[in-house]
């Protein structure tokens, strides 16, 4: 395999494309340049290795995001790794799937993603249709290879390419399930691996949608309960019961869509976005939730829209790819449902436990009813045998990975070693806000040593 031509780009980035066959069981497909970066380490002398690090989605260019945020990894263990990203196939500068124009895609996420009546459903199952049926038409060919297992060949012929005997890893959410499918192929490949906010190979379409749904209806309980007992911006505008008054607006908006100052309107399905993507982190997401919630109860939808915007990357000059990209990772990864039916079996079902996220979470799958390439994975137990210990971080209060998975992930690892943070917010190594946490995590990836099941 030939080696990557490293050039400076960003700041003190280097940046290089990395060759690999899109199909490796058929070559004449033909192949794709996988986007590579890396930060050296300052302190070369003492250098371990590389730590290779994806941020989750799937969909999220961990190129771009490794560029921006390579601060948020311990002073401690820069100090002894270079840090190295690559954008998995589909992703970011990785062939991106694209499936529309920046006009569709607004369109297509102003369709009311919880519908009430038979129109509304119609329209759902009608934008899903076309969504799909452009991945395909734009994107055909790449389509059928942006599984989760051939990224973790990927994810290994960077190992090799970066010259290192054996594997360190950092993944987020769903770089979790690309670390357990490395681990699935390659134990005894692997180093040290830190996997925060886990996810358990073993759901199947439907455990992963009812647990997301109550994981964030969870996390808006907790959210509406801290602003009600230390005081937000939202407890100064409503009266009464703070879950009451949000519903009053949610419907609101589902009838009549909050005005931006802009083209487009907030309406139901911008606005589910913005709050259930400022329950990723109480540090900052949730005083923008408030912030945004107050500005919507007096008519202005800009602040929620944005956040959605944010959530869906898009800016000024559109979406980057990261939705396409999602969505064409998840329908490969599992069997779904071909028709609409199951999936609003499943909102009925979930509605009782989560009346807010649970029918939006539950029809969301329903893009993979229409998908035009069949599933290539499903659930599956991963042991790792032969592999060394494994870091598994789990949150109590994590809306979109709940804790039960991240219990499950170490619990079926032979090597699964359990770091528990009590507390809310997705993921918690990056965010600092456990000392605790990063200690144990940082001693792990520099030492490979199996830390004790710790509580923080």
């Known amino acids: 395999m030939p080696k990557p031509v490293w050039r400076p780009c960003e700041g003190d980035f280097e940046c290089a494309t990395l060759r690999v066959p899109l199909d490796q069981a058929r070559p004449e497909v033909g192949t794709v340049d996988l986007a590579l970066t890396r930060l050296r380490t300052a302190q ?13 989605g799937p969909g999220s260019s961990a190129v771009e995001y490794l560029q921006a945020a390579w601060t948020l990894i311990p002073e401690p263990v820069r100090n002894r790794f270079d840090l190295v990203a690559f954008d998995p196939r589909g992703v970011g500068r990785t062939s991106p799937v694209r499936c529309a124009t920046t006009p569709e895609l607004d369109e297509y996420f102003a369709v009311d993603p919880s519908p009430d009546d038979a129109a509304e459903l119609r329209e759902l199952e009608r934008s899903n249709a076309e969504l799909a049926a452009g991945c395909q038409r734009r994107s055909g060919k790449v389509l059928p290879h942006v599984s989760t297992a051939e990224a973790a060949k990927d994810l290994d012929r960077v190992r090799e390419a970066v010259g290192d005997a054996r594997l360190t890893y950092l993944g987020y959410s769903y770089g979790t399930s690309l670390g357990a499918a490395y681990l699935d192929a390659y134990p005894t490949r692997a180093r040290a691996m830190v996997l925060d906010g886990g996810i358990d190979p073993r759901l199947t379409w439907e455990t992963l949608l009812e647990g997301q749904s109550k994981g964030f209806d969870r996390a808006l309980e907790a959210f509406m309960a801290d ?31 909050l005005p931006t100052g802009e083209a487009r309107d907030l309406g139901p399905g911008e606005f589910a976005l913005g709050v259930l993507s400022g329950l990723y982190s109480k540090a900052n997401g949730w005083p923008a939730i408030a912030d945004a919630l107050v500005a919507a109860e007096r008519g202005d939808g800009a602040p929620m829209l944005a956040l959605s915007d944010s959530y869906l990357e898009r800016d000024g000059s559109g979406y980057r790819n990261v939705t396409e990209a999602l969505s064409s990772v998840v329908c490969l990864d599992r069997q779904w449902p071909r028709d609409i039916g199951p999936y609003l079996a499943l909102a009925d079902r979930v509605r009782k436990d989560a009346p807010r996220f649970g029918p939006i979470i539950a029809l969301s799958g329903s893009i993979c009813a229409d998908w035009p390439v069949s599933p290539v994975g499903g659930p599956r137990t991963v042991t790792a045998p032969g592999s060394p210990p494994i870091l598994v971080i789990g949150t109590t209060g994590d809306p979109a990975t709940p804790y039960s998975w991240s219990v499950a992930l170490a619990d079926q690892l032979s090597k699964g070693v359990l770091l528990t943070y009590r507390g809310d917010g997705h993921t918690v190594y990056r965010s600092g806000s456990s000392g605790c946490v990063r200690e144990v995590a940082d001693r792990y990836l520099i ?10």
Do not use: W
Not at 46 to 53: D, F, K, T
Not at 235 to 249: H, N, P, S, T
Not at 447 to 456: E, G, S
């Open 44 to 56: 070369k002398a003492r250098r371990i290795g590389s730590l290779i690090v994806n941020p989750g």
């Open 227 to 257: 602003c009600q007992r230390t005081g937000c911006p939202y407890r100064d505008e409503v009266e009464g019961d703070l879950l009451a008054a949000y519903d009053r607006l949610a419907l609101q908006v589902d009838r009549t869509p």
């Open 447 to 456: 030492t490979a040593q199996a830390p004790a099941p710790t509580t923080c």
